[in-house]
């Protein structure tokens, strides 16, 4: 009685498992051998190990193939180069390897030190913080708005998402062109500042401050789409039940809306932090941003300078490897985090 | 990834062009590379020097097939990308160069040291063209006696001001740094809403003539090794005084410290400008862009520091020949744009000046009062960068302007400023060899 039972569940495991693998028809061939002897039934298990081991890399190749072709093999090309001196030639340029060289001269500048590494890790925390934030608050607000209300935010939230950094790097250089822009002229009249004296792209921190402003208003729609989209999924009933409970908004908010949709701040945060970390295009365009103010660098800038303006290939690589180990580490942390989180909620 | 980008290129080629396709020609004849029976020359021109170059290439090119029987094919390339997209089709060899390109001079030894360029000092010898040249011009573009093309066209900086101001307030066009300075203040309290005399902080051409003209060098070689010269006594005083104008003076204000020469443009459109260094180029652009200053503007030399001209940057562009197999054919086409002709009415039409000196005295002679001015300058006080490809890094890098800035906005001292933008050169001197 015990093996034929033994022997039913041992079948409906293998229906299952062909049934998940998709490959009905090897069905009555397992089952043939596996009711006569033991021997067969274990190569049948090896070979069912085997596709079932090949078979998710299998429909994964596609996609691998494509990511190597597309960024493995780059990103190979680039660890390739900062081991470099690369000089261009005619008809294909040549590489002389130093080994470590580039690596040791950027680690041991000061200008890496002083200025690069500040200004890319205090910029990116500022971006994330204040573009989680206040995509997180827009988000609020378009989930308790009316459907054309909503609607109507959403298309003008959708229309700062949608414009090219390179134009809205320009519009945010107008508003604070210095003695012409609307902002100089605003604070002017107020007596802040003197326009004559005052241009606020010299200074690393008003720089980066118009910078930061920009970055956010380029990235909070992201995140307030996603986040609305968390909001949504949230039951009514949770925050009825707070509410009975005598909870107040700002609870409701802390102890209910956050711990739910907790992945999704999560992601938005750590996809923030990776595009804030590598941001170029909104601070090269701003003026001085392009080489001539030094204090103003970031890695992205810097690398740029070091490759294509001082046409020293392997020191911008080097500079972009330190750039792609940083975002790694970030990325590492996120998953583990991830991960963390999946255990504690089986 | 090499070969990935030649293959590429080839269907780039292939579909874009019908003769130049690789491996299109064989080249069996190579006696008689002059005639050009369906072939067909690709040739790279920077696009904004003249308003609408179209017309002038369609004549020039329909010549040229008559002359031949080649065709040509102008691809317009951009200031602001040509010279990245120069180095990228350079790697990728004689397929992807352009048979003829007009290259700025001071992308010259960058480009003749991958061996793209053609040397062709042999053939401006032979065609009698050598003794005709802007010697400034063509001194840009060699290299250990090597010539890499022939001089196109050329522009200089002088000073342009406003005549109808100047007369205004009874001023007259500056010979000295003294009446500079004496004028522009002038400028800046009788007409307090315009610039009196921009000290843009992203324009290098705009410092490098006070540089010159205290008598030093933005860098200065010996046995074959650079070394800055930004630091030195000569150079310092010029910086001190082009700086001072905005920082003592007070003539140049805040917003102009991160200037390039495009703002200071756009401010001359809007009518917001008194006096400033500005190209030859440059009095046509303002007046088709604001014609209310029609009739309005001067021009006079870079004064001296005690009269006489400051030297200013002799720029311009070279027609180059690239290492391709239809290279004396492509040699052929650059006799023809770079003389005679075709060489006088590129200038007309653009308003810069030819290589030639024939072609220069007669614009010379025309006594245009808008002209004259930049014309004296060019051939009397003309002066080249450094001709090595670490300048043209210097250059892109940004040391020159970076170092004013620093000045202007305070964080440095003139002296400050001038030794690390020393050494910055230098290193980058000392990387290239």
Known sequence: MSEVEFGTVKDATVVTDTLVAGGPEETPARRGPLKQDTGGAEAARRRKNLINLTRPWLLLAPSLVVLAGLLLWPLIQVGKLSLQDYAVKFGGGVGTYTGFDHYSDLLSSSLLWKTVLPNTVFFALACVGLTVALGTLVALLLNRLGATWRLICSIAILAAWAMPAVTGTYVWIWLFQPQDGMVSQIAGSIGLIDPETTNWFTERGPFYAIATLNVIHHGFPFVAITVLAGLMTIPKELYEAGELDGANAWQRFWNITVPTIKPVFLVVTILSTIWDFKVFTQIYLQPGGDGSNEEVYNLGVFSYIQAFAKNDYGAGAAAAVLLTLLLLLITIVYIRTLFRQGEEDL | ?433
């Not at chain 2, 003749?112 to 042999?122: G, N, P």
């Not at chain 2, 010979?175 to 921009?198: C, G, I, M, R, S």
């Open chain 2, 1 to 433: 990834m090499k070969r990935r980008v030649i293959a590429a290129g080839c269907i780039a080629m292939s579909i874009g062009l019908t003769a130049t396709a690789c491996g299109g020609d064989d080249g069996g004849d190579g006696g008689k590379a002059t005639d050009g029976k369906g072939k067909t020359l690709t040739v790279w021109i920077m696009e904004g020097t003249n308003p609408d170059a179209r017309p002038f290439f369609k004549e020039a090119g329909d010549a040229f097939e008559k002359k031949t029987g080649a065709k040509i094919k102008v691809e317009y390339q951009q200031w602001a990308t040509a010279q990245k997209k120069f180095t990228t089709a350079i790697e990728g060899g004689a397929e992807q160069v352009p048979d003829v390109a007009e290259v700025g001079t001071t992308w010259v030894p960058q480009f003749a040291e991958t061996d793209a360029l053609v040397d062709v000092t042999d053939d401006v010898k032979k065609s009698g063209l050598g003794d005709d040249l802007v010697e400034g011009l063509k001194d840009a573009g060699t290299l250990d006696g090597k010539q890499y093309g022939m001089p196109w066209y050329a522009g200089v900086r002088s000073v342009v001001y406003r005549k109808d101001l100047f007369e205004k307030h009874d001023l007259k066009p500056p010979t000295t740094w003294k009446e500079l300075q004496a004028t522009a203040k002038t400028l800046k309290e009788k007409e307090p809403d315009k610039v009196a005399f921009p000290v843009a902080g992203g324009a290098e051409m705009f410092a490098a003539p006070f540089v010159w003209g205290a008598g030093g060098e933005l860098a200065t070689e010996s046995g074959g090794k650079w070394k800055s010269g930004i630091n030195s006594p000569e150079a310092l005083k010029g910086i001190e005084f082009y700086t001072g104008l905005a920082t003592k003076d007070k003539v140049s204000p805040a917003k102009v410290n991160t200037w390039t020469e495009k703002e200071v443009g756009d401010a001359w459109n809007k009518g917001e400008i008194s006096m400033a260094i500005g190209g030859n180029w440059t009095p046509k652009a303002i007046v088709d862009a604001n014609p209310d200053l029609k009739g309005k503007l001067g021009a006079v030399p870079i004064p001296g520091e005690n009269g006489g001209m400051s030297k200013s940057f002799l720029g311009g562009s070279y027609l180059s020949t690239f290492n391709t197999d239809k290279k004396e054919l492509a040699w052929e086409f650059v006799k023809m744009l770079t003389t005679g002709d075709f060489a006088a009415k590129w200038a007309e039409q653009t308003n810069y000046f030819p290589g030639q000196n024939s072609e220069l005295k007669k614009i010379a002679a025309k006594k245009d009062p808008l002209v004259e001015p930049f014309a004296k300058q060019m051939l009397e006080a003309g002066a080249t960068v450094p001709k090595t490809k670490a300048y043209g890094e210097i250059q892109a890098s940004k040391v020159i302007p970076g170092m004013v800035q620093s000045i202007l906005t305070g964080k440095a001292s003139v002296k400050e400023a001038a030794d690390k933008a020393a050494k910055d050169m230098d290193a980058i001197f000392a990387k290239d060899k």
